[in-house]
Nanobody, 122 residues
Framework: QVQLVESGGAFVQAGGSLRLSCVAS????????MGWFRQAPGKEREFVAT?????GMKRYADSRFAISRDNAKNTVYLQMNSLKPEDTAVYYC??????????????????WGQGTQVTVSS
């Protein structure tokens, strides 16, 4: 089992930046492919970013965002810049032990955090 705990969500002004963190436990962190997803009210969960086990491969839905990981700290980060009101959502980190490298598909991730709220005001 993998446990994931996000933090860093906040209320920010449009144009601002925010860094989310997600700490994993339960398995060797370097064995887990990590992803970030978000879900706004009334909308489906959508892909934000994913990173491979050693951090060498990444994929983003938006170039304003950057994903990174520190395997020594069991932590994955999501740096969000130039935030817009439409970025308002609950942000979830997710982990997979079975994905080969990276994946933008929510159904590929078996482990999910509880989510952290990001609210961007105009």
């Amino acid at each position: 089992q993998v446990q994931l705990v996000e933090s860093g969500g906040a209320f920010v002004q449009a144009g601002g930046s925010l860094r989310l963190s997600c700490v994993a436990s339960g398995r060797t962190f370097s064995s887990i492919v990590m992803g970030w997803f978000r879900q706004a009210p009334g909308k489906e969960r959508e892909f934000v970013a994913t990173i491979s086990r050693n951090g060498g491969m990444k994929r983003y839905a938006d170039s304003r965002f950057a994903i990174s990981r520190d395997n020594a700290k069991n932590t994955v980060y999501l740096q969000m810049n130039s935030l817009k009101p439409e970025d308002t959502a609950v942000y979830y980190c997710a982990g997979s032990l079975t994905v080969d490298n990276i994946s933008p598909r929510a159904q590929d991730y078996a482990y999910w955090g509880q989510g952290t709220q990001v609210t961007v005001s105009s």
